[in-house]
């Protein structure tokens, strides 16, 4: 399932990685496209972790171990 996410706090977080570049709508929309990708997998990794606990509920642990686990 594909979240919308917003464009405008993505642009900035690219611009702002480099004040002196600029960021083209293209490339805004493909960052969007690829954090949404990879939130989406934390995500589903994260469930995981808590259905793996017998909980029903992702705690922040979960969402940490998710993200060392795609590093």
Excluded: Q
């Amino acid at each position: 399932m594909a979240v919308k996410l917003p464009l405008f706090p993505f642009e900035k977080i690219l611009k702002e990685s480099d004040p002196n570049i600029r960021v083209s709508e293209t490339a805004a929309r493909e960052f969007v496209l690829v954090i949404g990708e990879m939130a989406n997998d934390m995500a589903e990794d994260a469930a995981e972790l808590a259905r793996h606990a017998n909980r029903r509920t992702i705690l922040a642990s979960d969402i940490k171990m998710a993200a060392k686990r795609k590093r």
